[in-house]
């Protein structure tokens, strides 16, 4: 049930959003010059009745809060672009497809790439991997917000300087 996948890596991707009612993705900090490719098959997913959005793709800023101009392409598109620091794995739940790469999935040098179609699999991976909200801060299925002064995105925050858990929704550049 899990490939690895070697070639054709952006076609397989589209195809699995083409077929997904749901996509979660989680992009670590690095290339995502793979992400307008899928950008058709993202907008075109549609939402549901529960009033989520359908589509929740995590992005992680660098420290300064400044996204790639790939996800605030895609986020101008209509796609629900998140920040969100840290993003520890690189992986996607496209539908009943998981798939992880060992490097930024989006990127250059994605390097090992699984793809796992399995329906139970996906939904115990989109369950663990999915972000509640709390404290104010939105959470998978959810639009971001810009920050009031500068209208950088504001980052759902994990951690704090200590690695310890801490939920925060709060603008890199202007810290409110
Ligand atoms: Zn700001």
Redo the contacts with the bound molecule.
């Keep these: 049930m899990t490939e690895l996948v070697e070639d054709d890596l952006v076609a397989r991707l589209r195809d699995d959003v083409k077929r997904a009612a749901t996509v979660d993705m989680w992009l670590p900090r690095g290339s995502l010059r793979n992400l307008p490719a899928l950008l058709p098959e993202l907008t075109a997913v549609r939402n549901g009745d529960s009033g989520a959005e359908s589509v929740t793709v995590w992005v992680e800023p660098d420290p300064d809060g400044h996204l790639p101009v790939e996800a605030l392409q895609a986020r101008w598109e209509g796609v629900n672009i998140r920040a969100c620091l840290p993003v520890l794995e690189s992986c996607a739940v496209l539908g009943d497809v998981v798939w992880s790469s060992s490097e930024p999935l989006l990127g250059t040098e994605p390097g090992v790439v699984l793809r796992t179609e399995y329906r139970a699999f996906a939904d115990a991976a989109r369950r663990a991997q999915r972000r509640r909200p709390g404290a104010g801060v939105p959470g998978s299925g959810q639009l971001g917000e810009d920050?009031g002064?500068?209208r950088?995105m504001l980052v759902r925050y994990e951690q704090d300087r200590r690695g310890r858990t801490d939920l925060r929704h709060e603008?890199a550049?202007?810290g409110?």
């Design positions: 920050c002064h500068c950088r603008c550049s202007c409110a």
